[in-house]
Every structure is written in C-alpha cells, then in structure tokens.
C-alpha cells in the first residue's frame, strides 16, 4: 500500500481488489425533496384549462361551475375547522394560553381561506341569483358532501404528505436524535480527534501512518441494529486500545470523560488498517422505539428515520466549521444473505478511498448493493487528468 498512488501499476493492483464494495451509500439515503409536485400542479392546471377550453362551453355556465367548486372547497376548510374549534375550547388554557382568540386562529388558516371565502361567496351569489333554485339549497348540498368527507376521513393526508411536512417542519424524531447527538458528543469530540491521534502517532508511528484516515469513523447502519462489541460484528475487526481520554465537566457531572476506540481491520490479503471506529449511538434509541408498544413505531417508520437522521447529520455536520476533516460516516444496509464480513468491507472501502483520493471510483451507475457489490467486479479507475491529486467525483456515489 506505500507505492506511488499516481502509477498505473497501483491502478493495477487496486483493480484486482474485486472484493470492494462499490456505492456505499448511492441509493441508500434518500435527497430533500424537491419542487416536482408543485410543477405538476401547475401542469395539470394549464392542460385542464385548455380541455375546459376545448368543451366549447359557455363562458357563464363555466364560471358558475367553478365559483361552486370554489365556495364548496372553502365551506369545508369552514367545517373542518368548527370541528377543530369544537376540541380546542376545551384545551385553551393548556395549550392556547387562555386565549380564544389564538384557539380560532389556529383552527382557522385565516390569512387565506377568509378572503377566499368572502371573494368565492361575492361571486357565487351573483352568478346563482338566476339559477332558479335558491341558494341555500347549494350550500346546504356543499355543506353535506364536504362533512361526509370529514366523517369517512377522505380528505385524510396520505404518507408522503405526513412525511414531507414533518421534514419540512424539522419535527422528525431524526432531526432530533440527529441535532442531539452533534451538540451533546460530536461538537465537543471530533475537534479533538486529530490532537489524540497525532499524540498516539508519535508514540506509534508504523500504526497511524496515513494522516487522511485521522478521522473518527461514524458507523450508521439503517437496521439500527448496533453491536456493542464491534468484534462480534465482523472477527476481522479487532480492537487495539483506546486513545487519549478528554475529560470535561458538563451537565452537572465533574471530569465526565470522552474517549474513543482504535481498531485495526483485516482484509482478505492479511493486511491490517487502522480508525477510530464507533457506532452512532442514538440509532439504538430508534431501534428501542421499534421494539416498545407505546412507541406506535414500525418497521418501516425505523428505517425512514434513520435514513432521515443519516442525511439530517451530514448537513449538520457538513456546516460545522469546527467539525470539517475530523469524521467519516458510513451508511449501510446490511444484505438479506449471511455475509460474515460484510462490515469489514464496508469499512475497508472507505479507508482506502480516502487514502487514494486522486482517483474517480465509480462503476457504471449500479448502486451499491451489499448483497451484491461485495463479489463486484474489478473497479473502473481512472488517473486525474492533472498531474495534481484530484477530489472524488460526488456524482459517483
């Protein structure tokens, strides 16, 4: 592992190291989303304008039609925030300081919906007047389909909505767990990591020999599932000792102490490599929820929101000054097959990718597969064009 990196003959023997895994987190964690459904609204919008267009109806009838649409949709926010209202009076000292008048506001999105009411009322009375049938027929009509769809809860917010507000909201169990465990461990621990391994360096200068692999690597698997014993997980991952403690008095407790382990990992040629190595903790909190009744968290809910703390964490991260080189995360799924060192190998890829930064990694646009990427085939290097050392490319992963 000490030849020249900018040689062909390390791009060589790096590609028949078939046992590498290759995306190590290319589809595993999923982007904010974007502004695609808004775009569809207004789409949808121009095409069935133009149908309307097309009908050749007229102009009156048309906007009759619509102005009743219209009052229809504001009578049932009306209702369903009467409904709202009629809870919340009860609560208005516990959670609307006593006062009414916040109670209706939140129960009624005023701001909006009041001068649309009023403005769709205006028009509906003046378009109807010669309809021949009186008006409060139509809004007792409206009044009843809009209240048998709050009783039979159609008008309920499907997952994704639920779940692009609770991440535009923040209010995500994994934001929390994800800002708790940056300003609680990682904001006082990963300044320091440097500073103890080049302490422990000097001491050991064979074992620590690449400065880019001084980090604090951050395990994440999306099972939750964390082993408190590392060498229970994977028996090519040994534990070598601990490095130097930091001790703070924080939160009450006198000399409270930080301290991280050194591991040194085997790979299939009986190499070793060394990191600090440790789980995120807070996922054990995720995988406790999962386990306890009074939690309501399922399967599924875990593995959302550990793929949400894993993305909530990077940008933390990724905007502390303080933090910038000192950690490394790795983002996994483990495969469905008995894989006896897949960890290892997870652990081993990012290793080597830092030590070898010069070069492009990508294969194709497979992702990363566990089950499957930990037999790929040989890996598709390329020399920087510079002669310099050039970054990854991040579109690889």
Same mark, same amino acid.
């Given at each position: 592992m000490a030849r020249d990196k900018g040689t062909p003959a390390v791009m060589a023997s790096m590609s028949q190291e078939s046992w590498w895994p290759s995306h190590p987190t290319a589809l595993l964690i999923p982007k904010a989303r974007g502004g695609r459904a808004q775009c569809a609204v207004y789409l949808l919008l121009a095409l069935c304008t133009a149908?309307?267009?097309l009908t050749?109806?007229?102009?009156?009838?048309t906007a009759r039609s619509i102005t009743s649409h219209f009052v229809a949709l504001q009578i049932g926010v009306l209702l369903k925030g009467t409904c709202h209202l009629a809870e919340e009076i009860f609560h208005l000292q516990s959670r609307h300081h006593g006062s009414f008048w916040r109670a209706l506001c939140a129960c009624f999105p005023l701001c909006w919906h009041g001068p649309m009411l009023l403005a769709c009322g205006s028009a509906y009375v003046a378009l109807l007047a010669g309809d021949g049938q009186p008006i409060?027929?139509? !809004?007792?009509?409206?009044?009843?389909?809009?209240? =048998?769809?709050?009783? *039979?809860?159609?008008? $309920?917010? /499907?997952?994704? #909505?639920m779940s692009e507000?609770?991440?535009?909201?923040?209010?995500?169990?994994?934001?929390? !767990?994800?800002?708790?465990?940056?300003?609680?461990? =990682?904001?006082?621990? *990963?300044?320091?990591? $440097?500073? /103890?391994?080049? #302490?422990?360096?000097?001491?050991?200068?064979?074992?620590?020999?690449?400065r880019e692999t001084w980090k604090l690597h951050i395990l994440v698997p999306l099972s939750c599932d964390v082993y408190d014993d590392l060498e229970k997980a994977d028996s090519n991952i040994q534990y070598l000792t601990d490095l130097t403690e930091t001790t703070l008095t924080r939160a009450g407790t006198k000399k409270r102490v930080y301290k991280h382990s050194l591991y040194?990992?085997?790979?299939?040629?009986?190499?070793?490599?060394?990191?600090?190595?440790?789980?995120?903790?807070?996922?054990?909190?995720?995988?406790?929820?999962?386990?306890?009744?009074?939690?309501?968290?399922?399967?599924?809910?875990?593995?959302?929101?550990?793929?949400?703390?894993?993305?909530?964490?990077?940008e933390i991260l990724k905007g502390s000054k303080e933090c910038v080189g000192t950690y490394r995360l790795i983002a996994y799924e483990e495969s469905g097959e008995a894989e006896t060192h897949f960890l290892s190998r997870e652990i081993l890829w990012h290793l080597w990718q830092q030590r070898h930064e010069e070069y492009t990694m990508c294969k194709g646009n497979q992702p990363h597969n566990p089950s499957t990427t930990l037999i790929s085939t040989e890996l598709n290097l390329q020399i920087s064009e510079s002669d310099l050392p050039q970054p990854l490319r991040s579109d690889c992963f």
């Amino acid at each position: 592992m000490a030849r020249d990196k900018g040689t062909p003959a390390v791009m060589a023997s790096m590609s028949q190291e078939s046992w590498w895994p290759s995306h190590p987190t290319a589809l595993l964690i999923p982007k904010a989303r974007g502004g695609r459904a808004q775009c569809a609204v207004y789409l949808l919008l121009a095409l069935c304008t133009a149908a309307l267009y097309l009908t050749g109806e007229p102009l009156e009838a048309t906007a009759r039609s619509i102005t009743s649409h219209f009052v229809a949709l504001q009578i049932g926010v009306l209702l369903k925030g009467t409904c709202h209202l009629a809870e919340e009076i009860f609560h208005l000292q516990s959670r609307h300081h006593g006062s009414f008048w916040r109670a209706l506001c939140a129960c009624f999105p005023l701001c909006w919906h009041g001068p649309m009411l009023l403005a769709c009322g205006s028009a509906y009375v003046a378009l109807l007047a010669g309809d021949g049938q009186p008006i409060g027929l139509h !809004l007792g009509l409206a009044s009843l389909c809009q209240l =048998l769809i709050l009783a *039979l809860r159609l008008n $309920k917010p /499907s997952a994704v #909505e639920m779940s692009e507000m609770s991440e535009r909201s923040k209010q995500n169990v994994a934001h929390g !767990l994800a800002w708790s465990y940056y300003v609680g461990y =990682l904001k006082i621990v *990963l300044p320091r990591v $440097k500073k /103890s391994m080049e #302490e422990f360096s000097r001491d050991n200068p064979n074992v620590l020999a690449y400065r880019e692999t001084w980090k604090l690597h951050i395990l994440v698997p999306l099972s939750c599932d964390v082993y408190d014993d590392l060498e229970k997980a994977d028996s090519n991952i040994q534990y070598l000792t601990d490095l130097t403690e930091t001790t703070l008095t924080r939160a009450g407790t006198k000399k409270r102490v930080y301290k991280h382990s050194l591991y040194a990992i085997r790979d299939e040629d009986n190499k070793l490599w060394h990191c600090a190595l440790e789980y995120a903790t807070p996922l054990q909190s995720l995988y406790a929820m999962s386990q306890d009744e009074c939690a309501a968290f399922s399967r599924e809910d875990r593995l959302e929101q550990a793929k949400l703390f894993y993305r909530t964490l990077e940008e933390i991260l990724k905007g502390s000054k303080e933090c910038v080189g000192t950690y490394r995360l790795i983002a996994y799924e483990e495969s469905g097959e008995a894989e006896t060192h897949f960890l290892s190998r997870e652990i081993l890829w990012h290793l080597w990718q830092q030590r070898h930064e010069e070069y492009t990694m990508c294969k194709g646009n497979q992702p990363h597969n566990p089950s499957t990427t930990l037999i790929s085939t040989e890996l598709n290097l390329q020399i920087s064009e510079s002669d310099l050392p050039q970054p990854l490319r991040s579109d690889c992963f």
